[in-house]
């Protein structure tokens, strides 16, 4: 595979992630670090990574409203309730693992 094609499928599934992110805005950010290690805030700080890399200059807000399809804090707002105190427990338990 030459790497041209193997961006463009990088890519693809890139946005399938993200339509598959959010179609599921009930899977809350907290929940996918506990399982996974990584959220929607932290594609975001990846693309704005990757951008430094390629010498483009994408600010975190932009590519936030990339990954939530909306500004941040619409998403907030309508979407992410206060994490609980079990979450929070759990997310602590999940970064002593991830130590």
Known sequence: MDSKLRTELEAGVF?????HLDKRKDVQNIELMILAGFCRNCLSKWYVEAAVEHGSDIGLDDARE???????????????????????SRFEEAQKVNE
Do not use: I
């Not at 946005?15 to 339509?19: K, P, S, T, W």
């Not at 309730?81 to 079990?86: G, H, I, R, S």
């Open 66 to 88: 990339l990954v939530y399809g909306m500004p941040y804090s619409q998403w907030k707002d309508n979407h992410q309730p206060v994490a609980t105190d079990e979450q929070l």
């Open 15 to 19: 946005r399938r992630l993200l339509q």
